[in-house]
């Protein structure tokens, strides 16, 4: 594991852009596992920047989103599928065949269709680079807590803490999902490399738990430790409950004396 602690969210979102950029000039035809959520905004506005500045080219990219809200089709504004529209699709030469995220608006045969993007992820040699936000309530993707580390892409109620976690982005008055269809937690460590951002003081707690506390299902990123390639990119903020970070410095520049590749 490593922790690569900044200052605050801009220098953070800086790393992680940096991290994937440099990721798809190394392997052009990588798959990428993508996230949403308000940590992700910076993240690809940076990642665009970079991008574009460098001229980097993702026609060969293949993507697969971690999550979709059941019940909202692509066009819809809180679809998913519109988030990676507004904030990372449109804006670069992603190829929208290589690209795919949950369809919110299956009906039924539920574990037929999780099973088909399974099969997808799989088709293409699996997730090479997976990024990750996290929930307050420790969630990746929307595994919510007590979700089975071996869980596959399936059918999830959200607790009602997420609810309301996401309801800004909602109308007043819109009814807002209960349910996702999101990969599982199986799928996630399924990824060759994982890197999950986390911003502000509300997601302290829950970094703490997952990175120095016990492996349980009910912080679902605590998983992460049975992974053998994960870096977490954390602010000031987003840090303050770890007791280590001494440590977690000292590794990460020793990584980058003797290991470069594995922060590039
Ligand atoms: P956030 O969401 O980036 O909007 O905080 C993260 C998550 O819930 O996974």
Redesign the pocket.
């Known amino acids: 594991m490593l922790l690569v602690e900044k200052r605050d969210k801009a220098e953070i979102a800086r790393v992680a852009a940096r991290l994937i950029a440099s990721a798809v000039r190394r392997k052009p035809t990588i798959t990428l596992g993508l996230?949403?959520?308000?940590?992700?905004v910076n993240v690809y506005r940076e990642l665009v920047k970079i991008a574009r500045e460098e001229s980097l080219d993702f026609s060969q990219v293949t993507t697969f989103n971690l999550d979709e809200y059941l019940g909202l089709p692509a066009s819809h504004p809180q679809s998913f599928a519109s988030f990676m529209r507004a904030n990372l699709f449109s804006h670069l030469n992603f190829d929208p065949k290589k690209i795919h995220i949950p369809d919110g608006t299956i009906r039924g045969n539920y574990d037929q269709y999780c099973a088909s993007y399974e099969a997808a992820i799989q088709s293409v040699g699996g997730i090479d680079l997976q990024l990750?936000?996290?929930?307050?309530n420790g969630?990746?993707?929307f595994n919510e807590p007590m979700s089975s580390f071996g869980s596959m892409t399936r059918l999830k109620v959200l607790t009602s803490d997420?609810v309301q976690?996401n309801k800004n982005s909602f109308a007043p008055g819109e009814e807002i999902p209960c349910c996702a269809i999101t990969m599982g937690i199986g799928t996630i460590l399924k990824s060759k490399k994982i890197v999950l951002v986390a911003t502000?003081a509300?997601?302290a707690s829950a970094i703490a738990k997952s990175i120095e506390g016990s492996i349980t299902s009910a912080v679902s990123a605590s998983a992460l430790q049975l992974h053998p390639d994960v870096t977490f990119l954390v602010d000031q903020a987003a840090a303050a409950e770890l007791t280590q970070r001494e440590y977690y410095s000292r590794v990460l520049e020793m990584t980058a004396l003797l290991t470069p590749e594995r922060l590039s």
């Open positions: 996230a949403t959520g308000g940590t992700m990750l936000g996290i929930g307050r969630h990746i993707g997420t976690d502000g509300s997601k």
